[in-house]
């Protein structure tokens, strides 16, 4: 009986059953332990943007004019969002030919300061809507903001649809692009934003918001889309616009 004790004491003071002892009530019952000894905040508290996008000035994204501005009216497709905070816009490039494929842009900004919910990507939400995903490629661009050169990684993703007209059945590509702002950096893809917010454990607070776009004009009727270099050099001067307005008067000034 003795013996038997003695092992199991021996057992309870190993080091490493000190260890997991030690992780276990963490995880149990020490968050606030976790934030007044260490400064680790595992939930964030909300943040909000430093000024609504319903006030965003349009006089700034010249050459960019807005067309219209659409409202989600339906209230569970903005609850499935999962935010108030967006941009639905129609925006027409008035510096470029009338005939261009980059005539006009469908420009999507989502805001998120209190990001436990899930990240939608036009991966999920264009396949869901019955469109076929034919690429994904990260792109590389040099963005000129205000006079300063930032490199930001793009994601460009090709969907396509058989569209029926009459008697005639058309197969349809078309480019659409995006990236995340998080807490003051630039992301492609839902991992990158992930990683980034998963870096500012000790911060109380965390924010993203999602930038995507898609190019487009009609012709006789039907919508023709750009090909990928126009695309992305139109996308470069669309980011050289929206990004400063974004950064300067709508985002949080990200000091966590």
Avoid at 59 to 68: A, R
Avoid at 105 to 126: S, W
Avoid at 204 to 210: A, T, V
Avoid at 231 to 254: C, F, I, M, Q
Wanted: one cysteine or more; charged letters at 25%; aromatic letters at 12%.
């Amino acid at each position: 009986m003795k013996d038997g004790l003695k092992n199991l004491i021996k057992i309870y003071v190993q080091p490493t059953f000190l260890i997991c002892a030690a992780v276990l009530a963490f995880a149990g019952g020490g968050m606030s332990i976790a934030v007044k000894s260490f400064g680790i905040y595992l939930r964030k508290e909300p943040l909000p943007l430093k000024r609504s996008f319903d006030l965003m000035d349009e006089g700034s994204l010249v050459p960019y004019k807005v067309l219209s501005k659409s409202k989600i009216e339906n209230d569970e497709v903005v609850k499935s969002l999962g935010t108030e905070d967006y941009i639905q816009w129609n925006l027409e490039d008035t510096a470029v030919p009338p005939e261009s494929s980059v005539r006009y842009c469908m420009l999507l900004i989502t805001y998120y300061g209190f990001p436990d919910v899930i990240l939608h990507v036009p991966e999920e939400c264009y396949v869901g809507g019955g469109y076929q995903k034919l690429s994904s490629d990260n792109v590389e661009m040099e963005v000129n903001k205000n006079g300063v050169a930032d490199k930001i990684t793009v994601k460009y993703l090709t969907f396509g649809s058989i569209e029926s007209t009459g008697q005639w059945q058309t197969e349809v590509k078309f480019p659409v692009m995006y990236i995340f702002k998080v807490n003051g950096e630039y992301g492609s893809s839902r991992e990158d934003t992930q990683l980034i917010m998963g870096k500012n454990i000790r911060g109380k607070h965390s924010y993203f918001c999602k930038i995507e776009w898609k190019f487009f004009n009609t012709k006789s009727g039907s919508i023709v889309y750009p090909d990928k270099e126009e695309a992305v050099t139109e996308s470069r001067k669309l980011l050289g616009v929206v990004l400063p307005v974004l950064e300067k008067d709508h985002l949080p000034d990200w000091k966590n």
